[in-house]
């Protein structure tokens, strides 16, 4: 099987790990919102297997969760922001994985995440929902504040399950770990 067969794979399974861990797994934390575990997949696949990987199991994942839940709606601003999120976090993480400096790493990995998210979430999301729903900017931007919370805390508990993943991912994977 070429390398590009196996990545495809990968990509795939990722997909539907992100679709599983958000349908299956919902821990409530505000009103009707839920953790998105599916963050989770998307964080050890920028890390682990670059930001390609990342991005595609991200934005297609949600597309797919979007679609069995809810239909079209809310999809076109959760595609955007996670499409914001997986290239700044991939990007991030290609810098800061092989830095030795353990405490300088978390901490511009925990920065990236912070400002990925605002961008994704905060902007992205709610430009696009601002242009959908015909409402102001900044009312979508404090609907989608319960989110960017909540995707940040989800993000950053990920960091230590990236770091740990990584080397079993190498061992799995050896080819196509970045």
Not at 65 to 76: D, F, Q
Not at 90 to 97: E, P
Not at 118 to 130: F, H, M, R
């Amino acid at each position: 099987m070429s390398d590009n067969t196996k990545k495809l794979c990968l990509i795939a399974v990722g997909i539907a790990l992100f679709v599983t861990l958000s349908l299956c797994l919902q821990v409530p934390v505000f009103e009707n919102y839920y953790l998105c575990l599916g963050y989770v997949v998307m964080a050890v696949y920028c890390y682990s297997f670059g930001t390609l990987a990342g991005t595609a199991a991200g934005c297609l994942g949600v597309v797919l969760y979007c679609l069995l839940i809810s239909g079209l709606r809310g999809m076109p601003g959760w595609t955007l922001g996670n499409l914001v999120i997986g290239i700044l976090l991939g990007l991030t993480f290609r810098i800061t994985k092989p830095m030795k400096n353990l405490l300088l790493k978390t901490a511009i990995d925990a920065f990236a995440i912070v400002a990925a998210t605002a961008l994704g979430i905060l902007v992205g999301k709610s430009l696009v929902e601002c242009l959908l729903y015909a409402q102001p900017f900044l009312v979508r931007a404090g609907k989608n504040l319960y989110a960017f919370v909540a995707d940040i805390v989800v993000l950053l508990v990920s960091l230590p399950i990236c770091m740990t993943l990584d080397g079993v991912a190498k061992r799995m994977f050896p080819g196509l770990v970045k």
